[in-house]
């Protein structure tokens, strides 16, 4: 076994697929935990029926959704309509490839692994956009707008956020990033706490990037019916929810090891601390999402544009300066 | 001038043809309704869009309509009750009330203290279940089915739920109740109920403190503050009643102008009035409104007089109630505004039945300001409008 | 170091195949009995009032372009940030910061400019 896995061909392949299953299997089961923990808080039961505490709802689920008919509109475009949700499952899982769960585990180490984040939630739009404009429905393509000016409007703080660890740990790779905070301390409260700032803008950030409520404009099922996924059926409109789920999932786990130190911590293994960090956030999350009401599409931008775009631009200068007059008295 | 600040101008002429309002807009025409998650029923409303603003709206109402003012001209006084039960579904017993208050004008049915005593106790349970299913879906249409909203949402359902409960105990129904008949009610109080009114509403008392917690944070305000303003004036000239005209501004209520039933007993009737006319006006009169509903009724519940529940013969046969040629009209105040019954009997042989039965529901009313207040704001903002007139189309389509 | 890319495009494929036979799946689990109505753009319960590829509001646009401004002079600063530890350890710091500085005030600037112009604004 270990040295098939010296050959780097089939150590890729089996990385591949093990954060697909992985990946996968989380997401399914984050499903079910994102129903009962919305059932709980709104004295529900949530999914009970299926297996012992309704457990095996993801896969009845997904057997439901496979049975469905699969309906493309006449004035579709057929290609980009069954291209979209493909696509969209395939970004939102090329973000789990850079996310470092331990200094081994990880599929793979980019020195770039930022920039690839970045650009591959930048990404996320498009498929959104094909769908939408696909689908020749009104709804739909209001929801793609709000949905693309959204995505592309976050993506501007998230990047200037992001800055601000790159910036006191000097690497673009997130295993050293979490190497750093180990060595160094974690950034969320290392001086000169410009970190949780960030970390707040860039949560917000993903947050929106991964239309979550209250950021949940485009999918506004009660104005746009099902937001981009109006026209989708079956296992299509799986898809896209898949993604969704993969894409909070990932933001919660990069959120953990970028700004909460990723494996470090006492006595449990590393994989242990990562997991439960980016649990304890993706929880967070759903306790947000069920208990807010969501802005309108303008507000939110005015919310990025005018408050987060200029707190990320001053975040940069306070913290290299304070890099700078940290090493002028022998720190770092 | 843009079509986006012709359409922000004071009071656009919403009966203006479109390209009047600027040819070369090249708007996008949009359907919201009937089959929509948010227009409360089957609403449709065309919408012009530029962008996301809305140019013009065009309401069409209709899609519910069942004839229902024409089948109680077949139907004899005594069997009019469980049909007009589905008008206002959100709040069957004061249709109930409604109609037969303008049957026992017209035949001069005298209504024993202790039904007129039941028939405001359970009118003001009533508004308190409908002002709750409101909240919840006003919060609903601002939060959507999946987050937030449905929290508020599932929890005013609870209470509603309990409400529904009492209902059932005292009529055997949870939702088309035909408790009211011609001359007082079918049921009486059973033993036990006033407890469990006091329970009931004592615990939702204590909660809506906590919705109002819960729908105090920042976003809530933004999304309702200076949202879908209806002024004073439009209200009037509209016909607009209940809360949406008074959280214009108007003091208008008929439980205290118009004192029917036994509102005149009660002294202290607390009216809400606010007086910007938004979406957040509108909330706040409503929970202002079910406080008062909820300790109107504590009060009530604990002394209701002794006695019979019915007066006159109890109802034998169809065609017991002969009326002579006349007409009257009857207004009572619903959680949503003016219900009227306008009611015209033929007498001699056409005296079995209402010659012509007219009801004026607030709610079609309510959806008159559509194509004034729609123009200007965004499609977000119209479904936060939409929700705040809580329009029940049940009643709006008849 | 080039085996981190082969576990990308493994990951891509991968999950690029996947998708493609959980439609394929669906498509011959699912039944198939099309009608008109089925086929139809869903307009909640109406015929379509003409087509949804329609010229849309210029404001989205304007977003795009804000977007590309700002993203791309953002991403400039990753080689500074990613280096500039390395030149404080050379002595160099405040000059790197005031090189910064200069590039962050005029994004900044731009920012303002943008704002005072109204295109922030979302009619």
Known sequence: MSELMLNPWIRALFWGLVMITGVMTVTAWSTWFERKFAGRMQSRMGPTLVGPLGLLQPIADACKLLQKEDLVPDSADRALFNLAPVLTVGFAMGVAAVVPFTPTMLAADLDVGVLWLLALSGLMVFPTWMGSWASNNKYSLIAAMRAVAQGISYEVPMVL??????????????????????KNGWLIYRLPLTGLIAFVIFFLASLAEANRIPFDIPEAESELVAGPTTEYTGMKFGLFYM????????????????????????????????????VILFVFLTWVRWSFLRLRSDQLMNLCWKYAVPATLALIPVTAFYTVYAAGKGGV | MTAIARARAPRPDPFLDIDSYDPEAD?????????????HGVFRVLLYLDGEIIIKAVPYPGYLHRGVEKLCEKLTYAQITPIVDKNDYVAPMLNEQAVNMAFEKMLGV?????????????AEIQRVASHLLWLGTFAMDLGGALGGGTSVFMYCFREREAILDLFEKLTGCRFHYNTHTVGGQRHDIPAGWAAEVHRVLGAISDRIDEYEAMLSHPIFLKRTKGVGVIDAQLALELGLTGPLLRASGVDHDLRRDAPYHIYDQIKDLKVAVESDGDCLARYKVRVVELRESIRISRLLVDNVPEGPICGGRPIKQPGQFKAKAGQVYVG???PRGELGTYLIAGGGKMGDTPYRLKIRPPSLHALAVVPYVFPGHSVSDAVAILGSLDPIMGEVDR | MHEQYVTLATLAVVAVVLGGLILILNRILGPQKWTKSKLDTFETGNEPEGDARHRFSIR??????????FDIEAVFLFPWAVVYREYIGAGLGLFMFMEMLVFVTILGLGLAYVWRKGALEWD
């Open chain 2, 27 to 39: 708007l996008m025409v949009m359907n919201l309704g009937p089959q929509h998650p948010s227009t």
């Open chain 3, 60 to 69: 989205f646009y304007l977003v795009a372009i804000l977007f590309i401004l």
């Open chain 2, 110 to 122: 005298e209504v024993p203290p202790r039904a007129l005593h039941m028939r405001t106790l359970l």
């Open chain 2, 332 to 334: 009572i105040e619903t």
């Open chain 1, 161 to 182: 956020a992001i800055m601000v660890p790159v910036i006191m740990t000097g690497t673009l790779s997130l295993s050293d990033m979490v190497a750093d905070q180990q």
């Open chain 1, 243 to 278: 993604a969704e789920y993969i894409h909070t999932l990932l933001s919660s786990a990069i959120c953990a090891a970028v700004f909460f130190g990723g494996w470090d911590g006492p006595i449990a293994p590393g994989l242990h601390w990562m997991l439960l960090k980016s």
